[in-house]
């Protein structure tokens, strides 16, 4: 029985996997879920004062995991990760000439650049200053734990007490492979990349939000945890 569905929001909640503008009758959707006593979370790579105004107003109540699983919220906020140093955001945008986001000064943890393109030379760079690096497709991902949505979708399930086979997950980009080994129902966005479509338990016909709208009909119908 699904308790609880986690989605992304970059790619997964937008209306595309390039566009910042949210697929409105994805949260219309979801919103029938926690009608159906189904809680519905955030998961991303945004800052925690993003993702928490995002929840506030969309009116989920299944908590929330930022900055690629550093932060989790659900009555209680909880920081999972090491602090990073934050002059490293003016040091990596210089060196790779690439743009600081704004949301850096809102990180504890986890630092975010684009154009998400990652290269050798800064997987390289990170290694050496001991640092984790990663893409989402948005943005690229510093961190000095080897952070992931995993770690903090494993606090939120726990803050929760359910069992992870009670979870369902939806994404759209690598950095939600983590998430997916957290939850018992994987579902992947029809214009996922690859890499998360072959872990996926389930791809979607439609893209990005479209795609959350037709998983959430198919969760309402009983249709993926075995009652119908
Ligand atoms: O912050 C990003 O890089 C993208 O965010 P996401 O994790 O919601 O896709
Ligand atoms: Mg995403």
């Known amino acids: 029985m699904i308790r609880l569905v986690l989605v992304d929001v970059d790619g997964t909640l937008t209306v595309d996997r390039n566009s910042y503008e949210i697929e409105l009758s994805a949260i219309e959707s979801l919103r029938r879920l926690e009608k159906n006593g189904i809680k519905v979370g955030l998961v991303s790579g945004n800052s925690y004062p993003v993702l928490r105004g995002l929840y ?25 990760c090491e602090p990073i140093d934050k002059s490293l955001a003016e040091k990596f945008s210089k060196i790779f000439n690439v743009i600081s986001s704004w949301q850096n000064e809102f990180k504890c943890c986890d630092l975010s650049f684009t154009p998400p393109t990652l290269s050798d030379k800064m997987i390289e760079w990170a290694k050496n200053m001991g640092l984790y690096i990663k893409s989402s497709g948005y943005a690229i991902h510093i961190s000095k734990s080897q952070t992931g949505k995993g770690i903090g979708v494993r606090k939120l399930i726990e803050l929760h007490n359910i069992n992870k086979s009670e979870v369902l997950g939806i994404g759209d980009s ?7 080994e957290e939850v018992g129902i994987k579902v992947a966005v029809g214009n996922s990349d690859e890499e998360v479509k072959k872990v996926a338990n389930y791809v979607t016909l439609n893209n990005s939000g479209k795609g959350v709208v037709e998983i959430v009909d198919k969760i309402l119908k009983g249709e993926l945890d075995g009652r119908n």
């Open 56 to 80: 506030t107003y969309f009116y989920f109540h299944g908590g929330l995991v930022a900055e690629n699983g550093c932060i989790v919220y659900y009555n209680e906020l909880v920081r999972v």
């Open 174 to 180: 690598s950095t939600d492979i983590e998430f997916f």
